[in-house]
Structures are given as C-alpha cells and as structure tokens.
C-alpha cells in the first residue's frame, strides 16, 4: 500500500507507467532517455528493475531515480522518505507551486446504478507488500447473468463458467505478473471451472437464502496452461416472491503459485464480492 506522504507528493502530477523489454522496437523516447542514465557506468550495478521519472510539459524527462533506494545510502531512510524525497528534488527543478490537500473523500468505484459485482483482491505476498493493497474491479451484469443463480428449490449445481464474468476478476494484478511477451499485456483469466453447489438456506420470514460453494480453477491465456485454484463461498437473498437474487456477498480463498528465478512460492489470493444494486 503507498504511504499517504508519498501520495501527496505525487498529487500534482499525472501517473501513468511503461513496462517492456531493452530490446523491444516501441519504446519510447523518455524510456530510453531514463535507460541512458541508469546503465552509465557510473551508476554501477546495485539497482533494481524499476526506476521513475518525472517528465515536464514538453514531455522532457527532467529528473528520474531508481525506485528502490539502496541500502546503504545515508541518511538512512524507509522508501516511502527516500521517494518523497527525490519527488521533492524533481518539483525544484520543475519550479511546481504545491496543489492543496485534497478535500474530497476516497469512494469506491461503481456501476453508476446498473447491477453488477464489485470484487476486492490482494496477494498475500510478504515480499511485495504492495500486492496485499486490495485491487477494485466492477463487472456490470446482464440478466441472463443473475438467472443462473435463481433461487433453488432443491440443490443444483452451477457451472463456474457461467460466473465467468466476475470470477475471471480473482487475479492478482501488478506489474511483475504473467504478461504475453509480444504485446507486454497481462494474461486474462481464460476459464474458470468448477461445479458449485447452490443450496437453498434457512429463511429469516421476510428473504430467502442460498449458499453458492465449491472449488473454482482459473486458467489464463498463456500457452503453457498456467492455473491456480480456490473455494468460494457466496451467500444469495432472494425477495419470497421472485426467483432472481436480489442480492450477493461472499469469499474467494486460494493459492496463487508465483514463480520466480529459484523457486515457486504458494501465496494466499483472497477475494471478496458484493453486488451492486440498481439505483
């Protein structure tokens, strides 16, 4: 998760990032511009595979450092200080007037009063501490959608394909994941199998209730099958009158196997959901 000095630091600017290869045909100048800088020599070798940059109107690279802080540099500092700090270094050259505090409270994104699901994401990876900040995602449904998890008179199962929607969305999002080479664009989630069973629940007088569950694999679109899995638990309220859900919340809890140049570590991927309700 970004400390909030260093969001405030990054307020006045816009944020956006470029990943790609040193031998890639599409990269942009101010990418080369930075790579120019960070193989001079003199730079040496103790630097990670990420840098930033900080480029003016013109588009001008006016200032760019290794985004992780080496562990000797004096003072010591944590890397939320050390970032804030060279940001800072930046708006000097910059000559940039400091925004004031932003006012307006944090909201999370939604379907502007279309149903649809709203999941929460976050890699449990001790290493990365970033990845355990929940990632957002809203996936509008149809009703065809909420149909397939009409209220069962008697248990059913549910083919987690046709949950593909909002299931594909359990995938831990970041700049270090699975990508295709060529276009330098994450894998998709490609299916989503399992048989689910939907169970009809005890009822409270006023809704009725099922529990959709069961052991969901995702595969993505890479040629090499990549899959991880998880169960699912869903809770569904249903109006005593009609079969459609009215609404949904529930639980993915699984193992994402990330693989690095050593080893392969079983990491916690935790979603939730919740439907979002027409206005």
């Not at 990420?50 to 109107?57: H, R």
Request: hydrophobic share 35%.
């Amino acid at each position: 998760m970004i400390n909030p000095a260093v969001i405030e630091q990054l307020q006045p600017y816009i944020v956006t990032a470029w990943h790609g290869h040193r031998n890639d045909q599409d990269i942009p100048k101010q990418v080369r511009d930075v790579w120019y800088w960070k193989f001079m020599p003199q730079q040496g070798t103790a630097q990670s595979n990420v840098d930033l940059a900080i480029i003016n109107p013109e588009g001008e690279v006016v200032y760019c450092f290794d985004a992780f802080h080496r562990p000797f540099t004096r003072p010591p500092l944590s890397l939320a200080q050390y970032t804030t700090r060279e940001v800072q270094r930046a708006e000097q050259l910059l000559q940039l007037d400091r925004l004031p505090p932003r006012t307006n409270p944090i909201s999370l994104p939604g379907l502007d009063g279309q149903r649809g699901v709203r999941v929460f994401v976050t890699l449990k990876d001790d290493r990365m501490i970033a990845y355990q900040a929940p990632i957002v995602e809203v996936v509008p449904l149809s009703d065809s959608d909420w149909h397939v998890l009409d209220y069962p008179e008697q248990p059913r199962q549910v083919n987690a394909m046709d949950l593909h929607k909002w299931l594909s969305q359990v995938y831990p999002a970041g700049i270090m994941e699975r990508t295709n080479q060529l276009t330098k664009k994450v894998y998709r989630i490609a299916s989503t199998e399992g048989a689910l069973s939907l169970l009809p629940a005890q009822n409270d007088g006023a809704t009725r209730r099922a529990i959709l569950s069961g052991t969901v694999v995702l595969t993505d679109e890479g040629k090499d099958h990549f899959s991880y899995q998880g169960r699912i638990r869903v809770v569904l309220t249903y109006p005593l009158d009609q079969p459609e859900p009215s609404s949904l919340k529930g639980v993915f809890e699984g193992i994402y196997p990330r693989r690095d140049r050593i080893r392969t570590r079983q990491l916690p991927l935790v979603a939730a959901f919740e439907s979002l309700p027409a206005k």
